[in-house]
């Protein structure tokens, strides 16, 4: 109230040009209901200075001030999740170039936000994969797919090459009109090269088998035979 009233002060001091503009929270004595009001003003003065008219409205701005703070609540939680979380992500705009990126992409890319921000996505990933990416995100951009997985190789700074498997989805806004994508990015490069490691191994012992002058039985722990 305090505040109010030394707003309406204000306005009227003929020094100033007359105008007051305020947010403020009541709280109904008996309900207890909690209201945020925006209240406007503006003093009109005679050639002498003295004030001759007021006019002010309040308006009750309180759904528009939950709103507001529900959508910063939800934005500090997409901006925590997205900066801790353990897969890389970034936002990508329309024409492809990098808006945001976490720590986890920096650290399968090997470049530093600011060498990220604002490159063209499509050029980290390798040559022999860069026009397929471009069909797939095309595809997705104009709604034919809702989704698209990629397994690719991404280059690195230091010029090494990591198997990627990347999965992008649109961002769209209120009017559910794309404008960008969401890309999260999974350094599978230590799997493959694990499963690639476990065939090469499977595929020594069934050579060996194959020359061996007696027959050979394997079984599993359960006693299958394999």
Do not use: C
């Amino acid at each position: 109230r305090a505040v109010a009233e030394a707003d309406v002060q204000q306005a009227l001091d003929p020094m100033g040009d007359g105008r007051y503009a305020r947010t403020f929270r009541v709280v109904g004595i008996e309900t207890g209901i909690e209201r945020w009001l925006a209240s406007t003003g503006q003093a009109f003065f005679d050639p002498t200075g003295q004030a001759v008219r007021f006019i002010g409205t309040i308006q009750d701005v309180s759904r528009s001030i939950k709103a507001e703070a529900a959508l910063r609540a939800s934005e500090e939680r997409f901006h925590s999740a997205f900066a801790d979380a353990a897969v890389g992500m970034a936002v990508v705009n329309p024409a492809g170039m990098l808006t945001q990126v976490n720590h986890a992409f920096r650290a399968v890319t090997g470049f530093t936000t600011e060498e990220l921000i604002g490159r063209d996505i499509n050029l980290l990933v390798h040559p022999d994969h860069r026009a397929e990416h471009a069909r797939q995100v095309r595809r997705l951009m104009e709604g034919e797919l809702s989704t698209v997985v990629l397994r690719e190789r991404y280059q690195r700074k230091d010029g090494a090459n990591a198997w990627v498997q990347e999965s992008v989805t649109l961002l769209r806004d209120a009017a559910s009109q794309p404008v960008g994508r969401i890309t999260l990015l999974e350094d599978i490069t230590a799997r493959l090269q694990a499963e690639g490691a476990l065939e090469a191994e499977r595929n020594r012992v069934q050579q060996i088998m194959e020359v061996l002058p007696v027959g050979v039985i394997v079984a599993n722990a359960d006693g299958e035979f394999t």
